[in-house]
């Protein structure tokens, strides 16, 4: 049985290797119960986070994480996704506050009840958050919210080397100016969104560098008090600062750093297949390993096309290539990359999957990261909540 929500994850978490029956979600789109005055919502799984947050617009309130444009709330508990806020508001585990889950067996049972506090026992919810629906159905979610800020700004930073704006990345989530989201995107990516952004996103002309996109969200005054924070943290770049000077700009610029990993997929030559992978690493390591990433990929004998881009206010970034499936040799060099990319993760303390799961993708990987008695640990619980196996066989261990 293979729960199936809007199909964007990104490690083959929802495919069949062994056939079987997909449950898809998408009809399950229902507010149950909206609670203002608590700050929660009772959703079903098939609803889309950014139809949920039209419908509850006018409360004030939000449901903060944002991942690919059309997740749905199951997919998201299920990956334990985040979105470019998740420096601010942690990722999607922080916002469940119970599930309603169907076990292999037919039991349907209650995670918890509704409180935003409580340490009533074993923390089941988690147990279900990121397991991919390897342990049983979500079928229903609440969710707390949060109040929607007064005003937002979006700051667009160029720098003269990849290294330099993970740098600048990393004295930013030092400083604890509290920055709603910071993204990262190389010259290569800023090239394409030139090219191939919407039409809104091309009405500019982007410096092809690598780029921090910094979303500001508060009060206006906060605004600008974290602004001018911002500029004393990055003077020493020596960099531009560029400000919307109208609210059409700056939906724009974030629109610009939402679009980048679409444009990337818009561009995929015919025959070529697309390999996104994520990986998180402690924050001071991070210029290290994204440049170390570029560096190496660009490197291959191969001509790998590959761009760098992601959420780094979390320690978080992902690598898009592009290879050729019917030649070997690329295909190969590849996978041999991605496994010297998550190896260098493991060694810096980090992890190989910072938002997209572990699917069918990064099976070994996990092995590597948590070793054979954390896994050994995991498949007893599976053992025991699906002793079958028939809850999305095939994923996560095997
Ligand atoms: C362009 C793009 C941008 C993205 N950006 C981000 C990002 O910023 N942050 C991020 O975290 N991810 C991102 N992703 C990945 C993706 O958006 C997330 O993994 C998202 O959570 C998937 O949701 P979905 O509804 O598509 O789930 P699916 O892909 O349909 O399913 C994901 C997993 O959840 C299981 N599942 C689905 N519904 C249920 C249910 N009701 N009960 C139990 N299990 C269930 C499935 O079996 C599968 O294992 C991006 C993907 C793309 C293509």
Known sequence: MI????????????????????IDFTLM???????????????????????LNTQIESSGLFAPMDPSVAATVGGMVS?????????????????????????????????????RKTSAGYNLTSLFVGAEGTLGIVTEVTLKLAPIPEDSSVAVV??????????????????????AAMGITDEVQMKILNLYGSAGVRKRRW?????????????????????????EV????????????SKAEEKAFWAASKEALFSMVKIRPEGMEMWSTDVAVPISRLAEIIEWSKRECGNRKLKIFATVLGQVGDGNFHL????????????????????????????????V??????????????RDELGPETIGLMRELKRTVDPKWIMNPGKVFD
């Open 29 to 51: 789109d229902k507010i149950l119960a909206f609670h203002p005055d608590d700050m929660d919502v009772v959703v079903q799984p098939g609803i889309i986070w950014a139809d």
């Open 234 to 245: 990055v003077r020493p770049f020596n960099v531009p600062f560029v400000l919307p000077k």
């Open 158 to 179: 160029p720098f003269v080397s990849i290294a330099e704006a993970a740098n600048a990345a990393t004295a930013l989530i030092r400083s604890g100016i509290p920055i």
């Open 79 to 115: 990956t334990n996704c985040s979105g470019p806020y998740a420096f601010r508001y942690g990722t999607m585990k922080d916002w469940v506050l119970n599930l309603t889950v169907v076990l292999a067996d037919g039991r349907v049972i209650k995670t918890r009840r509704r409180p």
């Open 320 to 351: 898009a290539m592009f290879y050729n499936p019917r030649n070997q040799k690329q295909k190969e060099a590849v996978e041999k990359f991605v496994k010297e990319m998550m190896d260098m993760a493991l060694e810096m303390g980090g992890t």
């Open 207 to 231: 410096e092809e560098k690598p780029t921090l996109f910094l979303r500001f969200a508060g009060t206006t005054q906060g605004i600008q008090s974290d602004i001018s924070k911002v500029k």
């Open 353 to 366: 999957s910072g938002q997209h799961g572990i699917g069918i993708g990064k099976k070994d990987y996990l």
């Open 3 to 22: 729960p199936f929500g809007a199909g964007f994850s990104l490690e083959g978490n929802f495919s069949q290797p062994y056939s079987g029956i997909c």
